[in-house]
């Protein structure tokens, strides 16, 4: 009676698991499943969290924007994002403290495509709470320049531009195996200057953070997945200028199987976003 009964409740909880379907499974870095709950908890102690995502994800910029509000009701936030650039930051701010309404922040910023599907609800939930909202990127002309002619197009800026760039010269390791890939993977196009174009867009965004770290206070950073993944980009420019930074990383990816973490993912990040692959995109 005792193995009826083991085997009634066995397949009652492969039942119940076949039936409870959902959108995304959190793992750690080793691939074990792990909680929002969690990650929450493990936020509260880091300086930065960087935010790895996919751009068109509608569940991905939702749980941005919960993660957002859970941690706030925690701990003090700043906030920033891949998706303004530097030079935006006046007309951020004047959006920010209601100087200006959204028709002129959208005439004014070079705001993306998606900015009012994916963006915009993050940007006005810091309006509300008056949290610092920075724009991290570089202005994508500079980037363009790099592409073009390599870091030493920087160096004849006026000073005023070079205000919205990392410092120069721009530190850069091109054995660093997240611009390797990128360099595989466009087979040569582009030469050495494509991973140094993203590398001043990594540079530039962790100089930004960590000129707006405050004490006490958690910046969470908005970025392209691939900006943060490994524990590069990014989190390597930020760990160079603040050594003791505690950062903590999150990587989206997509699965058709969501409840097992494929191994080419493990390690990725502190914690692994995997989003099931026929998700909603917003384009």
């Known amino acids: 009676m005792k193995i009826l009964y083991t085997l009634a409740t066995l397949l009652l909880f492969s039942f119940a698991g076949a039936q409870d379907k959902q959108p995304y499974q959190l793992y750690n870095a080793k691939g074990k499943k792990t909680t929002y709950k969690k990650l929450l908890e493990t936020a ?16 991905i910029h939702w749980l941005e924007l919960e993660f957002a509000k859970d941690l706030s009701e ?3 936030l ?22 200006i309404n959204q028709k002129a922040f959208d005439t004014l910023a070079r705001l993306w495509n998606n900015h009012k599907t994916d963006y915009k609800p993050l940007v006005d939930f810091a309006k509300s709470k008056n949290i610092k909202f ?3 990127n570089v202005p994508r002309r500079y980037a363009s320049m790099v592409y073009k002619k390599g870091f030493g197009a920087l160096d004849s800026l006026p000073a005023a531009e070079k205000a919205w760039i990392a410092p120069l010269p721009i530190a850069y390791d091109a054995t660093l195996p997240g ?3 990128m360099l595989e993977m466009m087979g040569g196009h582009g030469g050495d200057n494509l991973p140094k174009a993203q590398a001043v867009k990594d540079a530039t965004m962790a100089h930004f953070i ?18 943060s993944d490994n524990y590069e980009g990014i989190n390597w420019y930020l760990k160079r200028e603040k050594p003791q930074v505690k ?9 058709a199987d969501i409840m097992n973490l494929e191994k080419e993912h493990l390690n990725k990040a502190d914690f692994i976003l995997v989003v099931d692959e026929d998700m909603t995109k917003t384009y």
């Open 44 to 59: 509260e102690g880091a300086d930065v969290v960087l935010f790895g995502e996919h751009h068109d994800d509608a569940l």
């Open 210 to 227: 960590a000129k707006n770290l405050e004490k006490g206070s958690v910046f969470i950073h908005y970025n392209g997945t691939y900006h």
């Open 247 to 255: 950062i903590i990383t999150i990587a989206a990816v997509t699965q």
């Open 179 to 181: 611009y390797v890939k």
């Open 74 to 76: 925690k701990k003090k």
């Open 134 to 136: 920075i724009a991290t």
């Open 78 to 99: 700043v906030m920033g994002a891949e998706m303004i650039e530097a030079d935006n930051q006046d007309e951020l701010d004047s959006y920010l403290n209601g100087t």
